[in-house]
């Protein structure tokens, strides 16, 4: 599976505004509704505000990876935004977040929501990538560059 294939222009937020933590979530969780229901989306939201509970998801480098299984949800969904200002997240290296990628997926995939975590996390470890998205102005540009370096980088 790949991450592009699990955006798409309701999900990717290329301007989000938002001032805490708590409403980024709350923001990114809402971009799923149409794909999920109000009362999944509450579920969802719920499960990734209990696991930011346990440990902080700002894994560094201006990125948060909230992630979370719940039972409510049968197939992987993802969002992800740029923020129009640095937040506060908590992070592993006290530094502010501008991109969050969201990855929510059923209770039952854990080898593909750790694989996909994987994923995520090699693409977003490379500067250059993150600038280029930092530079997208559209949910389609921020698309297309996650399909390029993914074919870039797990080609073959």
């Known amino acids: 599976m790949n991450i592009f294939s699990l955006l798409d222009t309701q999900t990717v937020l290329p301007n989000l505004e938002a001032s805490?933590?708590?409403e980024?979530?709350?923001k990114m969780v809402a971009s799923l509704k149409g794909k999920v229901s109000d009362e999944e989306a509450g579920k969802i939201l719920?499960?990734?505000?209990e696991r930011e509970n346990i440990m902080s998801t700002g894994v560094g480098k201006g990125?948060?990876?909230?992630h979370a299984k719940t039972s409510v949800i049968e197939q992987t969904?993802?969002?992800f935004a740029v923020l129009s200002e640095p937040v506060d997240y908590n992070a592993v290296d006290d530094k502010?977040?501008?991109m969050v990628f969201l990855l929510v997926g059923p209770q039952s995939s854990n080898s593909m929501h750790i694989k996909m975590l994987s994923r995520i996390s090699r693409l977003m470890n490379d500067s250059n990538f993150r600038q280029r998205l930092q530079a997208c102005t559209t949910s389609e540009e921020i698309i297309e560059q996650f399909r390029k370096e993914e074919q870039l980088s797990f080609s073959g």
């Open 77 to 79: 969904y993802a969002a």
């Open 46 to 49: 719920e499960a990734v505000i």
């Open 20 to 22: 805490t933590k708590a």
């Open 96 to 98: 502010p977040v501008n």
């Open 24 to 26: 980024i979530l709350d």
């Open 63 to 66: 990125l948060a990876i909230p």
